[in-house]
């Protein structure tokens, strides 16, 4: 089987704790030789500074191609397209332009002077500079979509803006991604440009609450399965068994790229990697 490509989400710290663990989460995984690593944009561009200050520090410490998070909440076009300069000086040209949510969950509000949409800020960063911008996608359908054909219809827009790439939100049934896939190429958008996004589950009940907030269905079996293993205290062999068989059975699907939301949490990402194969590249220098 070919390598696949492999990417980590991470997102910044915001005490001197999350620090430490954020640090020994890229030391984890840095050496699997990611594509890409991204860093996340609190609700209303809470962690601004932190998210830059996390790109900028993993960037030069590390080497890896490093994608920051941008968003439309609180900022005008011309803030945020100052921050996008900064990063372009910094030497960072992979973004992650995503519309965001505002703190607290409330229904979306764009300022008088910021980008309405995401279609507008992609059309804004890709007139700005010469980025590889990423965007987020939906498999079963955003929270503010009708259906999934207004999703598909939206997701093509984003790419006629100037997206290079999307990245999924994340799901449990493999068939839903392919199902989805399938329905993107039928509306002229390319298959290989989508990245499945797959959540580890360190933690069943966040994993949980955090499927119920984004419209993530979960199956009845797998939703059974995680109850038990709580129960049984088994819930690590449980997690590496999903998760390395969601990414096996995308990969048999002819799925390229893999895109992990780690949640700064290295162990299962890593297990799963190695359960596929994916090995850890040493380098060995200032050998005798």
């Not at 998070?69 to 992979?94: F, M, P, Q, W």
């Not at 989805?180 to 190429?185: G, L, M, T, Y």
């Not at 993530?216 to 390395?244: G, K, V, W, Y």
Request: glycine share 8%; hydrophobic share 40%; charged share 20%.
């Amino acid at each position: 089987m070919t390598r696949p490509n492999i990417s980590f989400e991470f997102f910044p710290p915001k005490s001197l704790a999350a620090s430490f663990r954020l640090w020994d989460t890229v030391q984890a995984l840095a050496p699997f030789a990611p594509e890409f690593v991204s860093v996340t944009y609190g609700a209303g561009g809470t962690t601004r500074k932190l998210t830059h200050d996390a790109v900028t520090t993993i960037g030069k410490a590390t080497g890896l191609n490093v994608a920051a998070h941008l968003t439309c909440v609180d900022s005008s076009r011309e803030e945020t397209l100052a921050i996008a300069a900064n990063y372009a000086k910094a030497g960072v040209r992979d973004l992650v332009a995503l519309r965001g949510d505002t703190p607290g969950g409330g229904a979306f509000i764009p300022r008088a002077d910021g980008f309405t949409d995401s279609i507008e800020l992609i059309e804004g960063l890709a007139n700005a500079g010469d980025f590889n911008i990423r965007v987020g996608a939906y498999p079963e359908t955003h929270p503010e979509s009708t259906d999934m054909a207004q999703n598909i219809a939206w997701l093509k827009r984003k790419f006629e803006a100037g997206a290079t790439s999307a990245i999924t939100q994340f799901f449990f049934d493999p068939d839903t991604f392919f199902r989805f896939r399938d329905a993107c190429q039928a509306a002229g958008i390319d298959g290989d440009r989508i990245l499945p996004g797959i959540l580890p589950i360190e933690n069943w009940a966040g994993a949980r609450k955090f499927a119920q907030s984004c419209g993530t269905q979960i199956p009845a079996e797998i939703r059974q399965a995680f109850e038990n293993a709580a129960r049984d205290n088994c819930h690590e062999l449980l997690a590496l068994a999903q998760c390395s068989e969601l990414c096996s059975d995308l990969l048999d699907g002819g799925v390229q790229d893999l895109h992990f939301y780690t949640l700064n949490t290295p162990n299962l990402t890593r297990d799963t990697c190695r359960a596929l194969g994916i090995e850890p590249e040493v380098k060995l220098q200032n050998v005798a």
